[in-house]
């Protein structure tokens, strides 16, 4: 991954604010007591997104568990919810050398509720030559290893998503997702509606 004072460009901040529900243009997060997600890392991941400590506003905390499937989920919802995190270098070796097995994984992701393979890695990253820094695998072209990820989504309904090698960006991308789905979740569970503006039906 790469820090984001390698780039020139200034990627805009996220937002400071907590993620608004309303119902008749009335914020509810106050009066209705809506948590923020306690997000759950595999003991397995061995450098995690900073997901609290970059995007307290979203996240609530973080706890390191053993997790049935995936990388990241929310407490309260593992058997449901699950994101796998895939380095660019990680989901070529995957979808070649390893494709047995990540197939295996992307079976019981795919039993879940809401689940995503978050790549690190924007579409031109994945199309460029792999090189070297993926190290001996001879067949990973990258148009075989994208046409995997297709199929993967295609036949088991797993959204990939393409994010940055940025690793802030790549956090931040991983926090919105995990803190919309619990807030949907919690609102549906709480008699709510499974909405966030009940104005324009979001």
Same mark, same amino acid.
């Given at each position: 991954?790469?820090?984001? %004072? !390698? ?8 937002? $400071? ?8 243009? &009335?914020?509810?997060?106050? $009066?209705?007591? =809506? ?5 759950? =890392? +595999? ?9 609290? $400590? ?20 929310? !407490? ?11 380095? #660019?270098? +990680? ?8 494709? %047995? ?5 992307? $079976?019981? #992701? ?9 790549? !690190?890695?924007?579409?031109? +990253? ?7 820094? =993926? ?5 990973? &072209? ?10 993967? !989504? %295609? ?11 940025? %690793? ?20 549906? &569970?709480?008699? &709510? ?6 104005? +324009?039906?979001?």
């Amino acid at each position: 991954m790469r820090d984001s %004072a !390698e780039f020139p460009q200034a990627f805009l901040a996220p937002p $400071e604010r907590r993620l608004a529900v309303k119902r008749g243009g &009335h914020l509810m997060i106050r $009066e209705w007591d =809506i948590p923020k997600p306690v997000v759950l =890392i +595999d003991t397995r991941e061995q450098a995690p997104w900073p997901l609290r $400590e970059n995007h307290p506003t979203w996240i609530g905390g973080e706890k390191r568990v053993a997790l049935p499937v995936g990388d990241y989920s929310v !407490e309260g919802m593992k058997e449901v919810l699950a994101i796998e995190r895939k380095s #660019l270098t +990680d989901v070529v070796r995957s979808t070649i050398g390893g494709r %047995a097995r990540f197939l295996r994984a992307c $079976e019981r #992701l795919a039993k879940l509720r809401w689940k995503a393979i978050l790549v !690190e890695a924007t579409y031109e +990253d994945m199309k460029l030559p792999y090189g070297e820094t =993926i190290g001996p695998e001879p067949r990973a &072209h990258p148009n075989a290893v994208l046409g995997t990820l297709d199929a993967i !989504e %295609a036949r088991l309904g797993i959204p990939i998503i393409y994010t940055s090698q940025v %690793a802030d960006l790549a956090a931040e991308r991983a926090a919105s997702w995990l803190s919309k789905h619990f807030t949907y979740w919690w609102l549906e &569970h709480k008699g &709510h509606g499974r909405l966030l503006d009940d104005e +324009d039906g979001l």
